[in-house]
């Protein structure tokens, strides 16, 4: 497999396109491939009445994140790659033995450049963000150091938070994606289920739509 230059994982599906998909786009803008691992289907999610049960649920947003993920251009850069996992959405840190053996194949498998993942406090304390940052900081402490990839986190303002939690990393990067904003916003619209959610983010954090904060693990 082609080495990625950005392996974005995350619990659910949308997690990839509020958080980074100006980022993404702008890697795959410079043609470089990029990677994401899905741990969920996300079906203890809203539904906004789409769905009557989880399984309908599960086999919309499976269809979502195709279709973001097609917006986004993923599929047409050579190398690009997209594994869907199935671990129960809301108990991520039940399995967190399987899922941190997929992270590890993940970074064996495409040796990527920049790892993309949540903080320690799961940016809002979401059980599956925290586990999900777990899983990916053992395997990357395990590494030699010179064979780490970079590790970004999602990152916020404090003062854009309502409670800051234990754990809290500020930003200490920002990525200016307003070149890609149409895109990325046709991009996070493909998650209709998630509507609440996509208005929640554009009410209470605008400038992270033109404007992508990370922190970036520097020891």
Wanted: with cysteine; glycine share 8%.
């Amino acid at each position: 497999m082609t080495q990625l230059k950005l392996l974005v994982i995350v619990p659910h599906p949308d997690d990839e396109v509020f958080g980074s998909g100006g980022t993404i786009l702008e890697v795959l803008a410079r043609d470089e491939p990029c990677g994401l691992v899905t741990l969920t289907l996300g079906d203890a999610g809203r539904n906004l009445g789409l769905c009557e049960s989880r399984a309908e649920l599960a086999e919309l947003r499976r269809h979502e994140l195709q279709t973001c993920l097609t917006t986004l251009g993923l599929w047409e850069q050579a190398g690009s790659w997209h594994q869907q996992h199935t671990f129960p959405d809301g108990e991520i840190s039940a399995h967190l033995s399987e899922v941190t053996g997929v992270v590890r194949e993940a970074f064996t498998r495409c040796q990527p450049e920049i790892v993309l993942t949540f903080p320690p406090d799961g940016l809002n304390g979401h059980p599956d963000h925290v586990a999900t940052h777990q899983a990916v900081k053992a395997v990357w402490d395990a590494l030699p150091p010179r064979t780490r990839p970079r590790l970004w986190y999602y990152a916020l303002q404090a003062e854009l938070l309502g409670t800051v939690l234990p754990g809290y990393l500020p930003p200490n990067r920002i990525h200016d994606v307003s070149l890609f904003i149409t895109k990325k916003l046709r991009a996070m619209g493909c998650h209709r289920s998630q509507g609440i959610t996509l208005a929640n983010t554009l009410r209470r954090f605008p400038e992270r739509v033109t404007h992508e904060p990370f922190h970036e693990v520097t020891a």
